[in-house]
Nanobody
Framework: QVQLVESGGGLVQPGGSLRLSCAAS????????MGWYRQAPGKQRELVAQ????????DYADSVKGRFTISRDNTQNTVYLQMNSLKSEDTAVYYC???????WGQGTQVTVSS
């Protein structure tokens, strides 16, 4: 009954911004670390960012450092990914993740194109 529902994806021009949201239910959200992953066509799924249960520890992939910000609101059971200065290389399906055990949302498509 764990559910993760991503939203906020879409088409954006290079240099633009999007904010992704992941609404979580079916578990005690506030005690679990959360992460955002992405998968581009022909590529393996990769970790984009992760955040500890209380939000004090945050890690980013080198490719997004300085451009993306992960955050969470434990009162709303939601984790966010603010994406700025988007590049075409950021085009992918973005997934919300919880572990342990692993749980995934359905993904939301982000397309960066002019």
């Amino acid at each position: 009954q764990v559910q993760l529902v991503e939203s906020g994806g879409g088409l954006v021009q290079p240099g633009g911004s999007l904010r992704l949201s992941c609404a979580a239910s079916g578990f005690t959200f506030s005690i679990y670390p959360m992460g955002w992953y992405r998968q581009a066509p022909g590529k393996q799924r990769e970790l984009v960012a992760q955040i500890s249960s209380g939000g004090s520890r945050i890690d980013y992939a080198d490719s997004v450092k300085g451009r993306f910000t992960i955050s969470r609101d434990n009162t709303q059971n939601t984790v966010y990914l603010q994406m700025n200065s988007l590049k075409s290389e950021d085009t992918a399906v973005y997934y919300c993740n919880k572990r342990p055990p692993n749980a995934w949302g359905q993904g939301t498509q982000v397309t960066v194109s002019s």
